[in-house]
């Protein structure tokens, strides 16, 4: 029992610790794409050492809203990460408390909170961004909901470690055409939620065209340094969904083993930097699109999501 | 091959196949749609040699060899030749209904599709049949749709391929001993139909200045002009 609870406070750790290092290779990979050098790895942890060893200013028009925002965008990511399996194969102490649609929920709560601050503060480009932001996130919406209840049929739960359990099971169910659809439509999801260049631009400055980057335009010090982790800490998240329940469960620390979960981590982040080369491959080879196609981008996703419910539900 | 691997590799290509036909609906570029075709080609090729190689069935393989060699390679290749090279460049293709909404109603066709199915897989005797019987069904729907909407000469064809695909598709899982002379038949079929619209849509781009159907509702007199 101590010992879940001690893996868990180190999943959220290594969440915490891993997601700007994330971040920095998905930036350097980019740049060097692009045949440039680009910024250290470690880029992202000296911008949040710098952020947080500022001051901050806040407009005299915001309200508590305005100031309670960074705290609960950095921290609902972190909730999500006590639930998910990042290191292990079973579930540990918190993971009873909320099940993949309960971890949407949490993480829908930091997007709320993150529109209202954008309101909040009476800068004219928040309100903008914010109403981008969210018609984003509703197009979302139905695609995670048709892919939950996809995943829910197969494994006939929506818990992650059962979930997991059930696709490697055999490479009939890994090869089935349900499960292969559904990670198509899960990776476009990860495009649309964490700003990827067909939906947003994440290295844009021009605030006419920003979607995701304009909720932090207002803040500055340790507010915009929270922000900008808890981005990070999202993007890691998901893609620890993707990775550890959808696509390749493997390598994760099957006992309580100490040297076992800590020989997890290393592998857990080398399957991340596999998936950070596709999406960078992504990133790199398409163009942004314009903002009304999105919805196109979205509905191509949420039909994927379909077709493999309906594969599912009358094929087998 | 084993039977279970089969199934689920043929279900995977089904898969595929169904989003290509959806790719189609909703694809703007004319090469975007070329390339949706060629890939939907293979793909049933692929299906055919799947179910052939099993219980060996040389009609299909054989009919997978034709697809391959007429579908992705020859029928490109006289698109290509008959019409010039602007068509193809061409970014954007004018939809009369959006993609999104054009992608919802083909999803409601796709629903319908599975329903219409599923009556007759009762009869269908091969495990096949219930991958195949409601993806091509429902290919043939889309590209019926697709030509409805679309308003340019060359996705039209493209369309009406797709349509003859779907039938194949659904045609190889439910008469896997069709005798081998009318598959060849219908193989040609679809090259002289690539080859007449092709020549068609060529002239009417010399005469028009463009491809776009919609807009060739009135005629001109040559003098006039």
Known sequence: MTAKILYNILQVLVVMAFAPFMAGINARLKEIVQSKRGPSIFQPYRDLWKLFHKDEVVSERASWIFRVTPYVVFIAPLFVAMLIPVLTSYPLFFAFMGDMLGGGFILAIAGFFATLAAVDAGNPYGPMGASRTRMVSFLVEPVFMVVFFTVSFVAGSTIPYIVQQQWVISPASFFAPSHILIMLAFLMIIIAETGRIPVDNPSGHFELAMIDESKGLEYSGTGAALMKWGGEIKAFVLMCIFLNVLVAPWGLAGTGNVGAVFLAIPLVLMKMLGLIIVLVTIESSLAKLRLFRISEFLGAAFVTGVVAMIARLFAL | ?225
């Open chain 2, 1 to 225: 091959m084993p039977h279970a691997l089969g199934s689920s590799l043929n279900a995977l290509v089904g898969g595929l196949f169904l989003l290509t036909s959806f790719a189609m609906v909703a694809t703007r570029q004319v090469r975007g749609c070329l390339r949706m075709f060629i890939y939907q080609s293979i793909l049933l090729a692929s299906s055919a040699f799947i179910i052939g190689v099993h219980p060996v069935y040389w009609h299909l393989i054989a009919v997978g060899m034709i697809n391959l060699l007429t579908k992705p390679i020859l029928i490109p290749w006289i698109l290509r030749r008959a019409m010039p090279g602007r068509i193809f460049t061409r970014r954007e293709v004018s939809l009369t209904i959006n993609a999104t909404t054009s992608l919802l109603i083909a999803l409601g066709l796709t629903v319908l599709s599975y329903f219409i199915a599923r009556p007759l897989l009762v009869t269908a005797h091969t495990n096949f049949a219930t991958v195949n019987l409601p993806i091509g069904i429902a290919g043939l729907l889309l590209g019926g749709y697709t030509l409805a909407v679309r308003r340019e000469a060359v996705p039209q064809l493209l369309a009406l391929l797709t349509m003859e695909n779907s039938a194949f598709y659904a045609g190889i899982a439910i008469a896997p001993n069709l005798p081998i002379i009318s598959e060849l038949a219908v193989a040609f079929d679809a090259l002289v139909l690539a080859f007449v619209v092709g020549l068609l849509t060529k002239l009417i781009h010399e005469r028009t200045g463009h491809t776009e159907v919609a807009r060739l509702t009135d005629l001109k007199e040559e003098a006039k002009q």
